[in-house]
Structures are given as structure tokens and as C-alpha cells.
């Protein structure tokens, strides 16, 4: 074999190892990339679902949020009427005609105690006299008191003896009335 024979049968072998090579990297780099197109498959895939599953989730808080807030409103909403309603009853109280409110006022006498200080509102100096506080201890047959004071709220007393203080103020009345009735006042409004 002649020196060029050779050299074109080595470079000829070579040619045939480098296609065959360049054949078998094309092959690797085509698995290579068919397995990343796989995987970028299955991760958009996923990618999606856990999108789904997130906006559903999102959906469904907001959804949430938006009915506990509504019912935040009603449910002030249905605080102010009975706001309202028992802010009434105390105007009431104290805009009773003066003989209805002396009655009330002498009936508040009946928890006094002897030896009990009676201290009535600005509002009522002028309805329950000092006369009237002496009859009532008399035919009670207690001893009472008029404080030379008058309270600073709406109507009502505080009969204070004992170092104990009973408030019958129209106010403290008011509150006691509004947490026995109000349950059957908003079912009855609200129904």
C-alpha cells in the first residue's frame, strides 16, 4: 500500500469514527433533550395544578372573608337597633310624666335598708322630696336619709349603706333589662 492510500484509508477510517461519534452525541443529546421536554411537561403539569388548587383555594378564602364580613355588618347592624331600641327605653324613663316617675322612684325605696343614704339624680330633686323620702322610712320603719348631693345620671337612685351601694339608677336599670330581654327583643325584631 502505497503512502497516500494509507493516509486516505486513515483519514477515511476517521471519517467514519467521527460520524458514527458525532451520530452517537446526536443520539445522547437528543434523549437528552427529549427527557428535559419530558420533565418540563410534567413540571408545567404540576405547575398548573398547583395554579388550580391555589386560585380554588383563593376563591374559596375570599368567598370566606367576604361572607364574614357581611355578617360582621349584620350583625352590627343589628347591635345598633338594639342600641337604639334600649337607648329609647332610658329616654323614656326619664321623660315619664312626674307622677309616674315618683311612683317609680317610691318603688325603688322598697329595697332600701335601714340606716340606707339615699342619693337621688339632678333630674329628680323636684319629684321626690325630702318629705316624701321621711314618710316612706316611716311607714317602712326604717330610717332613711336624703344625701345633700345629688348623682350624676339620667334618673333613678343609688341607696348606699353598709359600705354597699345598690344602684337603681335608670341607666343600671336599663342594662339589667337589656341582658334579661335582650335575646326575645332581637328575636322578636329580627325574625
Known amino acids: 500500500m502505497s503512502k497516500e492510500?494509507?493516509?486516505d484509508k486513515i483519514l477515511s477510517d476517521a471519517q467514519v469514527k467521527a460520524e458514527s461519534?458525532?451520530?452517537?452525541?446526536?443520539?445522547?443529546a437528543d434523549e437528552i433533550i427529549a427527557k428535559a421536554a419530558e420533565e418540563c411537561k410534567s413540571y408545567i403539569y404540576r405547575f398548573d395544578h398547583e395554579t388550580d388548587v391555589l386560585v380554588?383555594?383563593?376563591?374559596?378564602r375570599s368567598v370566606t372573608v367576604a361572607e364574614l364580613d357581611a355578617k360582621k355588618?349584620?350583625?352590627?347592624?343589628?347591635?345598633?337597633?338594639?342600641?337604639?331600641?334600649?337607648?329609647r327605653v332610658l329616654e323614656k324613663l326619664s321623660s315619664l310624666?312626674?307622677?309616674?316617675?315618683?311612683?317609680?322612684?317610691?318603688?325603688?325605696?322598697?329595697?332600701?335598708e335601714n340606716g340606707d343614704v339615699v342619693t337621688l339624680s339632678q333630674n329628680e330633686r323636684d319629684i321626690l322630696k325630702?318629705?316624701?323620702?321621711?314618710?316612706?322610712a316611716k311607714s317602712a320603719k326604717i330610717e332613711l336619709t336624703l344625701?345633700?348631693?345629688?348623682?350624676?345620671?339620667?334618673?333613678?337612685?343609688?341607696?348606699?349603706?353598709?359600705?354597699?351601694?345598690k344602684n337603681f339608677t335608670y341607666e343600671v336599670e336599663t342594662?339589667?333589662?337589656?341582658?334579661?330581654?335582650?335575646?326575645?327583643?332581637?328575636k322578636e325584631i329580627f325574625s
Open 147 to 165: 344625701c345633700d348631693e345629688y348623682g350624676n345620671f339620667a334618673g333613678g337612685m343609688i341607696l348606699s349603706g353598709g359600705g354597699v351601694d
Open 97 to 112: 310624666d312626674k307622677k309616674r316617675r315618683k311612683e317609680l322612684l317610691l318603688g325603688m325605696l322598697s329595697n332600701a
Open 130 to 136: 325630702k318629705e316624701d323620702i321621711e314618710r316612706y
Open 175 to 186: 342594662e339589667q333589662l337589656r341582658d334579661s330581654l335582650e335575646a326575645s327583643v332581637a
Open 5 to 7: 492510500a494509507i493516509i
Open 56 to 60: 380554588e383555594d383563593l376563591l374559596t
Open 21 to 28: 461519534f458525532k451520530r452517537e452525541q446526536t443520539d445522547v
Open 73 to 87: 355588618l349584620i350583625l352590627g347592624a343589628r347591635k345598633q337597633v338594639l342600641d337604639d331600641v334600649f337607648a
